[in-house]
């Protein structure tokens, strides 16, 4: 069995190094100024790091994160971090949930309640879901990708932990960022076991495909995207490119750390210039945490860096896999209005069984953080109709529990 439980415990030497090197953060030059510029506020991300030294209880958060029950299980060779919540209703619709970057699965810390136990949250229960967030390959508690092109494989691995590992005959799925990218392989690869997706983005590699019909609002979209790359999008490359060169400076830093992780959370959230309108410094700080004390800025950038090096043969199987497969699955878009993205509904359309396309009224890139209420229930009225028509779980939802008992605190 290959399923075990996890318990989040980092061991205090880790915590104290990490004390030795915020009380030492070496600041740069014009450290005055409120502004996000050039980059996070210096103002800012001063009180951030005093907040992270002197304030921030991590012991508190990691009990927090593990009233949820946590396993890891070797997929594929790959040792993989996933949280696993059985839905407290008549017949639980299982979903797995994707998170992006710079985020991790603690991005899905507020939805996890809702979507299991709807009941508690004003909701009909008949909309419960078994709910499993898996972290990416290199990201959080996951091991690290084993060769280069594997974001081009995740796809596969969600597969084989939904039905081999846990059981499942068939899901649905959703995600944002890499978690789009990811969701979609799994919609045009394993067409028969995905019964739809939801998404919040269209995967960023449609991009590179340009189709000569374009409508005006493609043209639109395509132009503030080459621009928004030129600018905004200058992290990427970096990432992309040469990344343990940045890596290791992030790497040592945990002041620097953090600001290259909170400068996008507030340039791609709904703040209006005060990212304490969308998130506490405890949220902020809890996600940077995952990456601080696993270690693993440098291997979140592995996905960059296998789409910046694809070659012409890759690109060629990917837009066959996508031609084949994904518009098969019936998807949903719930679209926030400060998301880095603005795609038509058109441009959707080319890739996707589009049956669902919401504008929401607020919120930005990271909505489970954000406006958790809005994406839930979204996310609870697209697929209520994927509940009766035999594409569920496998009779007798019990086949879905892990392989391995569950710990106490489940």
Same mark, same amino acid.
């Given at each position: 069995?290959?399923?075990?439980?996890?318990?989040?415990?980092?061991?205090?030497?880790?915590?104290?190094?990490?004390? =030795?090197?915020?009380?030492?953060?070496?600041?740069?030059?014009?450290?005055?100024? +409120?502004?996000?510029?050039?980059?996070?506020?210096?103002?800012?991300?001063?009180?951030?790091?005093?907040?992270?030294?002197?304030?921030?209880?991590?012991?508190?958060?990691?009990?927090?994160?593990?009233?949820?029950?946590? %396993?890891?299980?070797?997929?594929?060779?790959?040792?993989?971090?996933?949280?696993?919540?059985?839905?407290?209703?008549?017949?639980?619709?299982?979903?797995?949930?994707?998170?992006? %970057?710079?985020?991790?699965?603690?991005?899905?810390?507020?939805?996890?309640?809702?979507?299991?136990?709807?009941?508690?949250?004003?909701?009909?229960?008949?909309?419960?879901?078994?709910?499993?967030?898996?972290?990416?390959?290199?990201?959080?508690?996951?091991? *690290?990708?084993?060769?280069?092109?594997?974001?081009?494989?995740?796809?596969?691995?969600?597969?084989?932990?939904?039905?081999?590992?846990?059981?499942?005959?068939?899901?649905?799925?959703? /995600?944002?960022?890499? /978690?789009?990218?990811?969701?979609?392989?799994?919609?045009?690869?394993?067409?028969?076991?995905?019964? =739809?997706?939801?998404?919040?983005?269209?995967? %960023?590699?449609?991009?590179?495909?340009?189709?000569?019909?374009?409508?005006?609002?493609?043209?639109?979209?395509?132009?503030?995207?080459?621009?928004?790359?030129?600018? +905004?999008?200058?992290?990427?490359?970096?990432?992309? $490119?040469?990344?343990?060169?940045?890596?290791?400076?992030?790497? +040592?830093?945990?002041?620097?750390?953090?600001?290259?992780?909170?400068?996008? %959370?507030?340039?791609?959230?709904?703040?209006?210039? +005060?990212?304490?309108?969308?998130?506490?410094?405890?949220?902020?700080?809890?996600?940077?945490?995952?990456?601080?004390?696993?270690?693993?800025? /440098?291997?979140?950038?592995?996905?960059?860096?296998?789409?910046?090096?694809?070659?012409?043969?890759?690109?060629?199987?990917?837009?066959?896999?996508?031609?084949? /497969?994904?518009?098969?699955?019936?998807?949903?878009?719930?679209?926030?209005?400060?998301?880095?993205?603005? *795609?038509?509904?058109?441009?959707?359309?080319?890739?996707?069984?589009? $049956?669902r396309w919401t504008t929401m009224p607020r919120g930005g890139h990271f909505a489970a953080m954000e406006q958790p209420e809005l994406l839930v229930d979204d996310i609870r009225a697209f697929f209520r109709p994927f509940r009766?028509?035999?594409?569920? *779980?496998?009779?007798?939802?019990?086949?879905?529990?892990?392989?391995?008992?569950?710990? =106490?605190?489940?």
């Amino acid at each position: 069995m290959s399923v075990e439980p996890y318990l989040i415990h980092v061991p205090q030497p880790t915590l104290d190094d990490l004390q =030795a090197r915020l009380a030492r953060t070496r600041w740069a030059a014009n450290t005055d100024a +409120d502004e996000w510029r050039y980059g996070p506020s210096p103002a800012f991300l001063h009180r951030l790091i005093e907040h992270w030294r002197l304030r921030f209880d991590w012991r508190g958060r990691e009990a927090a994160l593990n009233r949820f029950a946590h %396993f890891r299980s070797d997929v594929d060779g790959v040792r993989i971090h996933f949280i696993h919540e059985r839905g407290r209703g008549p017949n639980p619709l299982p979903i797995v949930l994707t998170h992006g %970057f710079p985020d991790s699965f603690v991005r899905f810390e507020r939805v996890i309640p809702m979507l299991t136990d709807p009941a508690a949250h004003a909701a009909d229960q008949a909309d419960a879901f078994d709910v499993v967030v898996p972290s990416l390959p290199g990201f959080g508690f996951s091991d *690290p990708p084993p060769v280069a092109g594997f974001t081009f494989r995740i796809g596969d691995l969600w597969h084989r932990l939904m039905t081999d590992e846990l059981g499942y005959e068939s899901f649905a799925a959703h /995600g944002g960022d890499w /978690g789009s990218t990811v969701t979609e392989q799994l919609a045009r690869s394993h067409a028969d076991a995905v019964v =739809a997706i939801h998404l919040t983005d269209v995967p %960023f590699w449609h991009l590179f495909q340009k189709p000569k019909d374009l409508s005006p609002n493609e043209q639109r979209f395509l132009e503030r995207s080459e621009e928004w790359q030129r600018t +905004d999008g200058a992290y990427a490359f970096i990432q992309g $490119q040469r990344p343990d060169a940045l890596a290791q400076a992030l790497a +040592d830093s945990p002041a620097g750390l953090a600001a290259w992780i909170v400068d996008k %959370f507030y340039a791609w959230s709904d703040c209006r210039g +005060d990212l304490e309108r969308c998130y506490t410094l405890d949220q902020l700080l809890t996600n940077v945490m995952i990456y601080w004390v696993s270690n693993t800025i /440098g291997s979140s950038f592995r996905p960059y860096y296998d789409f910046t090096h694809a070659g012409v043969m890759r690109w060629m199987t990917e837009g066959v896999k996508a031609w084949v /497969g994904s518009t098969k699955v019936p998807a949903a878009f719930a679209m926030f209005p400060k998301d880095i993205s603005h *795609p038509p509904r058109e441009w959707a359309q080319r890739f996707f069984n589009v $049956q669902r396309w919401t504008t929401m009224p607020r919120g930005g890139h990271f909505a489970a953080m954000e406006q958790p209420e809005l994406l839930v229930d979204d996310i609870r009225a697209f697929f209520r109709p994927f509940r009766t028509e035999g594409r569920g *779980p496998m009779a007798g939802a019990g086949a879905s529990a892990p392989r391995a008992s569950r710990s =106490a605190r489940a």
